[in-house]
């Protein structure tokens, strides 16, 4: 099985600081994606990532894809009150059709 | 246009009652997947469907689940015999084709709290 975990668990910051949550894993992934998930809803899809050292940018959402394909970071530069929620990430899972997902961060950027 | 949706939003039932949870995916789409999330756990899957192939059932927890998917559209999970452990939000979502790395677009989820 393959797992991913995630890091921190909870963070709590204030607006405009930055952050950066972590996904690693002892396993390879051949695609990795990010999920931003607010109370009440479904998980929403921001990136997926695909070869090894890839770094997308999303307006203030950083993603990169490790080398390895094993592990990936999600870096928010100057968090606002709207990026609040729980962050997840989801690989392959040893199939071309199942994800796995790791556990989530829970983020909370006070005004 | 539509996004996935699900029925009812929140369930609240006895122990030892079946339930029978709807998904709607988007209209179009092949793919088909149910998925727990239960709290401090991430999402796990139960449950896909593609097409006309025969579903892939590794994730369903029990022989208490089953799921079906009806002219390749509207999906049904039933949960028999409900426990307390089946408490959590049941999320379903449809893909264009399935294969990854295609988009997975999620319903806002089943709560179900069995008391």
């Known amino acids: 099985t393959q797992l991913l975990e995630q890091s921190p668990q909870f963070l709590s910051i204030q607006e405009g600081e930055n952050l950066t949550v972590y996904c690693n894993s002892s396993?390879?992934?051949?695609?990795l994606q990010w999920y931003r998930q607010e109370p009440g809803e479904g998980p929403v899809l921001l990136v997926t990532?695909?070869?090894?050292?890839e770094v997308k940018k999303l307006k203030r959402l950083t993603f990169q894809f490790g080398d390895a394909r094993k592990d990936s970071s999600l870096h928010i530069t100057a968090a606002q009150p709207g990026d609040t929620g729980l962050y997840l990430c989801?690989?392959?899972?040893?199939?071309?059709?199942?994800?796995?997902f790791g556990k989530g961060t829970l983020l909370t950027v006070n005004p | 246009g539509a996004g996935v949706s699900q029925s009812p939003s929140n369930k609240v039932t006895e122990k030892g009652k079946d339930v029978e949870l709807r998904c709607d995916p988007i209209?179009?789409?092949?793919?088909l997947y149910w998925y727990r999330q239960s709290l401090g756990q991430g999402l796990e899957f139960l449950i896909y469907?593609?097409?006309?192939?025969?579903?892939?059932k590794s994730g369903l927890p029990s022989d208490r689940f089953s799921a079906e998917r009806t002219g390749g559209s509207v999906s049904t999970l039933t949960i028999q015999r409900t426990q307390q452990e089946d408490s959590a939000v049941y999320l379903c979502?449809?893909?264009?084709?399935?294969?990854?790395?295609?988009?997975?677009?999620f319903g806002p989820g089943t709560r179900l709290t069995v008391l």
């Open positions: 396993s390879v992934f051949s695609s």
């Open positions: 469907f593609q097409g006309n192939s025969a579903p892939d």
């Open positions: 209209s179009g789409h092949t793919a």
């Open positions: 979502a449809s893909s264009t084709h399935g294969g990854l790395p295609d988009t997975q677009y």
């Open positions: 990532v695909v070869t090894g050292g």
């Open positions: 989801a690989g392959d899972g040893g199939s071309n059709y199942k994800l796995t």
